[in-house]
């Protein structure tokens, strides 16, 4: 990222504002502290060099005591706009992040790395924080305030300009090396944070069954040996940060000290006067002090740019035209995948596979984890495009309306989606089953068992959830999400691996459900481990990974060694 990317100012428009601010707020702190070292030097001047009483001193003290008010009030300002800029700017980022990787699929969005993902749009981006309040007003300052400076040197003593301008672009030249020298370690560091996150994230989803098998403490090692890398991470870039800001002072010091030098021979021999002599001592360090706080803070504000980096390349991924077409009645229609293929890191996942749904028929989607059994799902939903084959709707005459083409909305007004983790909104169970008679909901409950799981609650049916169906076990989730499908039929059901969390007598609930939704109509798609699924189910389809095609074949094929 550059050091004002443009990218930032325009999916971040808050922070158009606060730069306008930001350099307003440069140049009149340049002009105060211009009349701040010109007051100093008058002051101290009159009263050394002419001795001056007091009272002539006094207004000049004032003067500089309003001055120094002023700076103060400015660099409090600016702090206080760069902590409401950054918290705007970020969320607005990490808006346009999630609402733009809900848009093209988190698989587009983040290839390979969906966890990663998450780790961006939540702690990754919070890191541009200090960019907003501590390194892009220094920037400011830089391209602003030092130039300015210089410019009053240079009228009030050439010699002394000169040493400056000679030894000014030396500073730049060493944050440049700095930066050679450390390029990358942000980004390891921010990766070794993504990598840790969706060890996690990994670890929670899984930790049910990893308990159920008596392994919950097994991944131990693996995160802690991700922390002690992200430690390490962390430690050294603030090394690098303390030792390059140590050249940066050390650099600057000798630069002042040089024009300190200059000036002290010239005011012994007569060659200045002391009111330009001390006028030009005050303003040397300001000169360098910009250029100074950007390269002490840059360290700081690198993790940030390493985020807002991969945020704007998630950003840039094109989003597809959304489709306008109506959906068919799927009720009477059908759901039809021919030959559709994902690529993945390591070749096609899933290989080429064709899926028939039509209604009154259950569909398996079985085979190994890993092999693409989600990814189908996902392309049958029409949240991920395939890069081979294509999905059709069609209609009840036998017309066929290519997937792509069609509003997804309407065509998901006719599709109920079980995942393994059902989404339950906040409420009672009533409320959560929605629109229901007393006799159907009775009816859906005892098929499902969960007419049991009301009896053993309290408040029964008045039961209030939380958000997710916080409340609830696992399996009971599981339970309401299937009665809620069975009270609302779709013409198209989707079962992702609907006994995950489910003993011998859920998986048996399962099954009566699976048979009631045959007898409803309903097309049923099929996520399932358990061969007491896949034997319930009228088609299995079998789900398998492909080697990776060789370099240049656009789609896999037979003649790739893909099976078909």
Request: net charge neutral; proline share 6%.
């Given at each position: 990222?550059?050091?004002?990317?443009?990218?930032?100012?325009?999916?971040?428009r808050?922070?158009?504002?606060?730069?306008?601010?930001?350099?307003?707020?440069?140049?009149l702190?340049?002009?105060?502290v211009?009349?701040?070292a010109?007051?100093?030097?008058?002051?101290?001047?009159?009263?050394v060099?002419?001795?001056?009483p007091?009272?002539?001193?006094?207004p000049?003290?004032?003067?500089?005591?309003?001055?120094?008010?002023l700076?103060a009030?400015?660099?409090?300002?600016?702090?206080?706009y760069?902590h409401r800029?950054a918290?705007?700017a970020v969320?607005?980022?990490?808006?346009?992040?999630v609402?733009h990787?809900?848009?093209?699929?988190?698989?587009?969005?983040?290839?390979?790395?969906?966890?990663?993902?998450?780790?961006?749009?939540?702690?990754?981006l919070d890191?541009?924080?200090?960019?907003?309040?501590r390194?892009?007003?220094?920037?400011v300052l830089?391209?602003?305030l030092?130039?300015?400076?210089?410019?009053?040197?240079?009228?009030l003593?050439?010699?002394?300009?000169?040493?400056?301008?000679?030894?000014?672009?030396?500073?730049?030249?060493?944050?440049?090396?700095?930066?050679v020298?450390?390029?990358?370690r942000?980004?390891r560091?921010?990766?070794?944070m993504?990598?840790?996150?969706?060890?996690?994230?990994d670890?929670?989803?899984?930790?049910?069954?990893l308990?159920?098998?008596?392994r919950?403490?097994?991944?131990?090692?693996?995160?802690?040996?991700?922390?002690?890398?992200?430690?390490r991470?962390?430690m050294?870039?603030?090394?690098?940060?303390?030792?390059s800001?140590?050249?940066?002072?050390?650099?600057?010091?000798?630069?002042?000290?040089?024009?300190a030098?200059?000036i002290?021979l010239?005011l012994?021999?007569?060659?200045?006067?002391?009111?330009?002599?001390?006028?030009?001592?005050?303003?040397?360090?300001?000169?360098?002090?910009?250029?100074r706080?950007?390269?002490?803070?840059?360290?700081?504000?690198?993790?940030?740019?390493?985020?807002?980096?991969?945020?704007?390349?998630?950003?840039e991924?094109?989003?597809?035209q959304?489709?306008t077409?109506?959906?068919?009645?799927?009720?009477?229609g059908?759901?039809?995948?021919?030959?559709?293929?994902?690529?993945?890191?390591?070749?096609?996942?899933?290989a080429?596979?064709?899926?028939?749904?039509v209604?009154?028929?259950?569909v398996?989607?079985?085979?190994?984890?890993?092999?693409?059994?989600?990814t189908?799902?996902?392309?049958?939903?029409?949240?991920?495009?395939?890069?081979?084959?294509?999905?059709?709707?069609?209609?009840?005459d036998g017309?066929?309306?290519?997937l792509?083409?069609?509003?997804l909305?309407d065509?998901?007004r006719?599709v109920?989606?079980?995942?393994?983790?059902?989404v339950?909104?906040?409420?009672?169970?009533?409320?959560?089953?929605?629109?229901?008679t007393?006799?159907e909901r009775d009816?859906?409950?005892?098929l499902?068992?969960?007419?049991?799981?009301?009896?053993?609650?309290?408040?029964g049916?008045?039961t209030?959830?939380?958000?997710?169906?916080?409340?609830?076990s696992?399996?009971?989730?599981?339970?309401?999400?299937?009665?809620?499908a069975?009270?609302?039929?779709s013409?198209?059901?989707?079962?992702?691996?609907p006994?995950?969390?489910?003993?011998?007598?859920g998986?048996?609930?399962v099954?009566?459900?699976?048979?009631?939704?045959?007898?409803?109509?309903?097309?049923?798609?099929?996520?399932?481990?358990?061969?007491?699924?896949a034997?319930?189910?009228?088609?299995?389809?079998?789900?398998?990974?492909?080697?990776?095609?060789?370099?240049?074949?656009?789609?896999?094929?037979?003649?790739?060694?893909?099976?078909?």
């Amino acid at each position: 990222m550059k050091p004002l990317d443009p990218r930032l100012l325009r999916y971040a428009r808050s922070a158009r504002g606060y730069l306008a601010l930001t350099v307003g707020l440069g140049l009149l702190t340049g002009a105060l502290v211009v009349a701040q070292a010109l007051l100093l030097a008058h002051a101290l001047g009159t009263a050394v060099a002419e001795g001056a009483p007091l009272a002539q001193v006094a207004p000049l003290v004032g003067w500089l005591v309003l001055v120094v008010v002023l700076r103060a009030l400015t660099a409090g300002v600016q702090e206080r706009y760069a902590h409401r800029a950054a918290t705007r700017a970020v969320a607005e980022l990490r808006e346009r992040v999630v609402a733009h990787a809900a848009a093209v699929g988190p698989r587009r969005a983040a290839p390979g790395d969906p966890a990663g993902l998450v780790t961006l749009a939540t702690r990754g981006l919070d890191a541009l924080e200090p960019y907003f309040v501590r390194y892009l007003p220094q920037l400011v300052l830089a391209a602003t305030l030092t130039p300015a400076t210089l410019c009053v040197v240079l009228g009030l003593d050439w010699v002394s300009a000169v040493i400056i301008a000679v030894t000014v672009p030396l500073v730049p030249v060493f944050m440049w090396l700095v930066g050679v020298m450390t390029q990358g370690r942000s980004e390891r560091g921010l990766a070794t944070m993504q990598r840790l996150a969706s060890q996690v994230l990994d670890l929670l989803a899984g930790l049910t069954t990893l308990r159920a098998f008596g392994r919950e403490r097994g991944p131990v090692a693996r995160v802690r040996e991700l922390g002690e890398a992200h430690r390490r991470a962390t430690m050294g870039t603030l090394r690098v940060a303390f030792l390059s800001g140590m050249v940066l002072e050390l650099l600057t010091t000798l630069s002042v000290a040089l024009v300190a030098v200059g000036i002290g021979l010239r005011l012994v021999h007569g060659g200045i006067d002391l009111v330009t002599g001390l006028a030009v001592l005050v303003l040397a360090p300001e000169v360098f002090l910009p250029l100074r706080q950007v390269g002490a803070h840059f360290h700081a504000s690198t993790d940030g740019v390493a985020a807002a980096d991969r945020a704007f390349a998630v950003l840039e991924v094109p989003v597809p035209q959304p489709g306008t077409r109506p959906a068919p009645d799927l009720a009477r229609g059908a759901v039809r995948a021919r030959g559709v293929a994902v690529r993945s890191r390591g070749g096609w996942a899933p290989a080429p596979v064709d899926v028939d749904l039509v209604p009154g028929r259950v569909v398996a989607l079985v085979g190994p984890s890993g092999a693409g059994k989600s990814t189908t799902v996902e392309v049958l939903l029409g949240l991920l495009t395939p890069d081979a084959g294509r999905v059709t709707l069609v209609a009840a005459d036998g017309a066929a309306t290519d997937l792509v083409d069609v509003d997804l909305h309407d065509y998901w007004r006719q599709v109920t989606w079980l995942p393994q983790r059902p989404v339950l909104e906040p409420g009672t169970l009533d409320e959560v089953l929605g629109a229901a008679t007393p006799d159907e909901r009775d009816r859906a409950a005892a098929l499902t068992g969960l007419d049991a799981v009301v009896a053993s609650l309290p408040d029964g049916w008045g039961t209030v959830l939380g958000s997710g169906g916080t409340g609830l076990s696992v399996g009971q989730r599981q339970r309401l999400a299937l009665t809620r499908a069975l009270l609302r039929p779709s013409p198209v059901v989707v079962l992702d691996e609907p006994t995950a969390h489910l003993d011998a007598a859920g998986e048996r609930v399962v099954l009566a459900t699976l048979d009631a939704l045959r007898a409803a109509g309903c097309a049923v798609l099929l996520v399932a481990h358990r061969a007491s699924l896949a034997s319930r189910a009228d088609d299995v389809v079998h789900v398998v990974t492909a080697e990776a095609v060789t370099a240049g074949a656009g789609t896999p094929s037979e003649d790739a060694g893909v099976p078909r």
